[in-house]
């Protein structure tokens, strides 16, 4: 999807200022802070970001398995931040999650197609059997699966398999929208290239949008249109994919890239030290300022903004302009993200 | 290449279970290592790639049996070792490295005496072990080693665990070290800092190192040599370039076509159907490939594919001398 098409669009979901708190002893650890992002409709969003930078949460936020602690969520215009219980229900017919490992995250005590039949159960839809039956051998057809899988079990079934049962299960009620975390690092490379094509098949079928979750740069940039870069909970970088993985504009982003050290690439590898910091305790200024190659005094005491560049591309770095000659598109105010 | 006596050289191993009938996890499998060199093992899961290893320092399931093949550690016959005398090889000739350091390590013992142990254990005395332990933390790259010899590993981070885990391994200066799947736990960023260090640890010392991996990004940076195994079986082999560049087997083709990546955007990534046989289902003869390959015939389900060898490129499958042009 090019930019223009996007601009003539109402985003999908619109997220302002969303963060979410959690509470460790005494603590609070800010997990995610003042995400601010609009998920145009059809669109794959890839969310990058090593482990603990939030984007599970940020995910879980957006299908309402985690409340958020202050911002807001629009759904198609509609405030979705806190649905009272009734509408809730709703919603789960609108936005669908599917994990990271499919041998948990189905019941090994059902059969496959009592799994996917429970959802339109629990919603009252398809008023006979029969009725829900057909429904669920047209969405197990469309993941790949035969109607024999419906008597099977989770544990006679391969890895590829079960996650292709872990989609159907989301599919079933025809979302609008689905979060994918990580839905293939537990697989092999030569199966999830398998379900890789069949969620980018399922979204020209059934005009889904993705928020597709991946600590791979590979998988991430094949299958998105556009990527944001998180660390520590908030963007440092957010563009076109295409954009993003050719010239990244964050220091972060440049190393992330080089350290996923694609089969082709000589790109110049960039090995950053260090741990990443605990979200628990975020450096002052700017959060990646401990391990950043290009890091300045005003790195260490001013916490950058996320601004706009030429291209649509949005970087959170005080830097750009003489890293990288880009020129920022507005003044920094436009943004509203609070420094703290 | 040939006159040089390899550091570790497993010719025609085979490892089997009995699971009712008898199962070949690995079969006659050949890889040799010369000192110095690093040399990838490759293969989805379940391909006997950890089972090829765990049966070269003699680690393997109390159950497997190895009916056939010779494990040759410089040049001295390892297989059918008694424990005792497996325990002077490993550890001190050989050192292995696990996938998750958080479970390879013992929770309730501090870091640097579980380092130092394995110096005690062959022979050094307390006080040469803990200054050559301290030594081996500085080189891993270990920050603040003093305080750090006393600290337990839950207190440290995935990839500093992975660094105890390498020192430890690396104490006793081994001539081989065999790393398995050694950052597939760890973030992206501190993957690039372990591989980064298994290869200076490989240049400053001249140890010799099986990765076993499943990335052949990071096998194409780092190793000179692959072998790929597929179901039991090593199916292609030779210098990672030429493998890379010119695949014979098309279980290397698939596995390299399956790899998303940006230039890939817009297509539909092509995918090796089916997933790998369980062990169980393995027939006894022909291709291992044969049911997922698309170019398969009645040939490759009756026979076992023959070896085209073709200045060190190696392929097990039929069609590979014609694509040679042989």
Known sequence: MSNAQMENQQPLLKIRG???EFRQGNDRVKAVRQMDLDIYKGEVFGLVGESGCGKSTFGQMLVHLLDPTSGTIRLAGEDITRPPRRERKDLCKRMQIVFQDPYSSIDPNKTIGWLVEEPLKIHGIGRTQKERDEKVGKVLQAVGLDDSYRTRWPNELSGGQRQRVAIAIALILDPEFVVCDEPVSALDVSVQAQVLNLLLDLRKEFGLTYLFISHDLNVVSYMSDRIGVMYLGSLVELGDSEAIS??????YTEALFSASMDVEGDRERIILTGDLP????PPAGCPFHTRCVACTDRCKAERPLLREFEGGRFCACHRVEERTGLKPVAAPEQKEEKTE | MADKIPVLS???????FDLGKTCHAVRDTSVRIEPGEMVALVGESGCGKTMTALAAIGLQPRNAKIPQGKILFDGSELRGLEEDQWNQYRGRNIAMIFQEPMTALNPLMKVGRQIAENARIHGAAKEEAKTRALEVMKQ???PDVERLYNEYPHRLSGGMRQRVMIAMALVNKPELLIADEPTTALDVTIQAQIMELIRDMNREMGTAVLLISHDLGVIRRMC???YIMYAGRVVESGKTQEVLAHPLHPYTKGLIASIPSLEKRGQRLSSIPG??????DRSEHGCPFYNRCQK??????KETPPMVVHKNHMALCVDAKEELGL
């Open chain 1, 246 to 251: 050719r010239m990244p504009l964050h220091p």
């Open chain 2, 224 to 226: 000179s040599r692959v």
């Open chain 1, 278 to 281: 605990s979200p628990a305790n």
């Open chain 2, 10 to 16: 497993i010719e025609s191993l085979t490892v089997d």
């Open chain 2, 140 to 142: 891993v790259g270990l």
């Open chain 2, 275 to 280: 997933t790998v046989p369980a062990l169980e």
């Open chain 2, 296 to 301: 398969r015939r009645e040939l490759c389900r």
């Open chain 1, 18 to 20: 969303l963060t979410k």
